[in-house]
């Protein structure tokens, strides 16, 4: 792009990007309709060339994200596609990421350390409730504005992963992630969820503690085995006046199998907020304690708010949707929401079919093909929490109304277990859809697509779990009856024989 680029007649771009990556390159710009700064982000194609699977992913991803809203992350006020590639515009952040900080500083003080990283729990905790994972948080993330707060950065780009990636995730040869922050998980499968997020943070809070990262490699493959198979150093071995609690923390985040690690970003948060203290000014990087911050002065209200009681985790909120309008046709209300799923408005449509199913009731095949759509547009909408329970109400009413072998039934346990799944539940994940192998082997018969797909997942889900022999065995078998079933060359064959490949590689245990 030249200098001056207007994008859709109202956002004037900067000469130059400021940052490129493997997904996506950001640039600085002006909007000229509101006369305020931006920052564009496009997506960069792997291959050079426009990827339709890409860009219906980004939309969706993108609408995922803009529901996001928290003082932590920055806003999305827009999105559209230039010259074929889509880009989104967000609010411009005017601070320092921590990986510049701690190139400048080292590490930080430890109190600056600790809300740094509780701040990125408070955000961590709004986007998992909402199902929204990051999946590359890492210190050039982190952007510490002047006054003190945090924003998260990239939130545009990560992964609400829907039923078809889930399945195929590993099989587009593109790495999410940066290999200094990724999570076994990712490495081994390709999968991710909040613990995975956990285990950046601890790689990042490691960083700010100790000026350097958790594992140092020449090249990606170096630090992705590091990632998988290295023990952390303890930060107290090479910073020893880091409190006990704080050493003992960061190495429970970096844990190498997801249950291993703490519950959740609440409870990350509880445990680091007794250390943020003691905040003095760092040089150069925030405004003088005399400035007024409007922030903090909000802040200090909010933190009054039933100040007498020990502070918490926050419960998120139930889902609530708000019905649709009295009255319509339900044929008519099932057209809209299928024209709003078509445009990949997953949100609304799901809006729309909620106020539809509570007049229809629970009875009758149209009233549970309608929920069945309503569980749909939840799961389209990254709406996980939501989505599994009309899922799994859906398998009972449906069992009783048809039997259990119909193909909705077992549609409807495998989009409830993908739910787990991605949310990151993968013991209660890989029980039910091991569960659903032995009931899909009896209705479909053994070499079914649907029963080979299954068990693609379980092993990849397995390998996420950090249970490599088991799923090397699972993948084993899988592949054997892929090469019976198909000619060397088959798609499924060559991912499958990629996955063992790359578990069987030296230094893999």
């Known amino acids: 792009m030249s200098a001056r680029t207007v994008i859709n007649g109202r956002y004037e771009l900067e000469a130059l990007p400021v940052a490129k990556g493997g997904m996506g ?3 600085f710009g002006h909007d000229t309709r509101l006369d305020r700064q931006v920052a564009l982000k496009f997506v960069r194609f792997p291959e ?5 699977e890409l860009t219906r992913r980004f939309v969706r991803e993108s609408r995922i994200a803009a529901r996001l809203e928290h003082p932590g992350v920055p806003a999305v006020y827009d999105a559209g596609v230039h010259d074929g590639r889509p880009y989104l515009v967000m609010q411009r952040i005017n601070g320092i990421s921590m990986s510049d900080l701690i190139a400048e500083q080292g590490p930080l003080p430890v109190g600056w350390a600790a809300a740094i990283a509780a701040q990125t729990c408070a955000v961590l905790s709004v986007a998992h409730a909402a199902s929204l994972v990051h999946r590359d948080l890492k210190p050039g993330n982190l952007m510490l504005e002047r006054d003190g707060s945090v ?23 593109q790495v999410i992630g ?4 990724m999570a076994p998980e990712q490495i081994l499968a390709g999968l991710s969820g909040p613990s995975s997020d956990l285990y ?6 490691h960083e700010m503690l100790c000026g350097q990262p958790v594992f140092a490699g020449s090249t990606s493959y170096t630090l992705m085995n590091k990632q998988v198979d290295e023990r952390p150093v303890a930060v107290r071995t090479l910073r020893p006046e880091v409190p006990p609690q704080i050493d003992e923390l960061v190495l429970a985040l970096l844990e190498k199998k997801p249950e291993d690690r703490p519950g959740g970003a609440d409870e990350v948060f509880l445990r680091l907020l007794p250390f943020a203290v003691d905040l003095r000014p760092l040089p150069g990087i925030l405004n003088p304690p005399a400035a007024p911050s409007p922030a903090r002065m909000y802040a200090t209200v909010l933190g009054r708010v039933f100040a007498t009681t020990p502070p918490t985790a926050p419960t998120p909120p139930a889902t609530e949707r708000p019905a649709a309008p009295a009255g319509g046709d ?14 990949s408005r997953y949100n609304q449509a799901a809006d729309v079919l909620a106020g539809a199913v509570a007049r229809a009731g629970d009875a009758g095949d149209d009233a549970l093909r309608l929920r069945q759509e309503y569980a749909d547009a939840l799961f389209q909408s990254g709406d996980y929490h939501g989505a599994a329970p009309v899922y799994r109400q859906l398998v009972d009413d449906l069992t009783a109304r048809h039997g259990p072998d119909t193909a909705a039934v077992l549609t409807c346990r495998l989009r409830d277990a993908t739910c787990q799944a991605l949310l990151g539940n993968t013991t209660q994940a890989l029980r039910q859809l091991q569960d659903l192998l032995e009931d899909e082997r009896a209705v479909f018969g053994a070499d079914d697509a649907r029963v080979l797909d299954l068990r693609r997942q379980i092993g990849l889900l397995q390998l996420g779990a950090g249970q490599r022999q088991t799923a090397e065995r699972t993948l084993t078998s899988l592949l054997d009856d892929l090469r019976r079933l198909h000619s060397a060359d088959h798609p499924a064959v060559a991912s499958t024989a990629d996955l063992l490949t790359g578990l069987r590689l030296p230094g893999r245990r």
């Open 178 to 181: 940066t290999p200094a922050y």
């Open 48 to 52: 050079g060339t426009p990827d339709e």
């Open 330 to 343: 339900l044929a008519e209300v099932r057209a809209e929401a299928g024209r709003l799923m078509e445009q």
């Open 25 to 27: 390159e950001v640039w």
């Open 151 to 173: 924003k998260v950065l990239d939130f545009g780009l990560a992964m609400a992963v829907d039923l078809t990636d889930f399945s195929k995730i590993t099989s587009t040869g």
């Open 200 to 205: 950046a943070l601890g790689c990042t809070l």
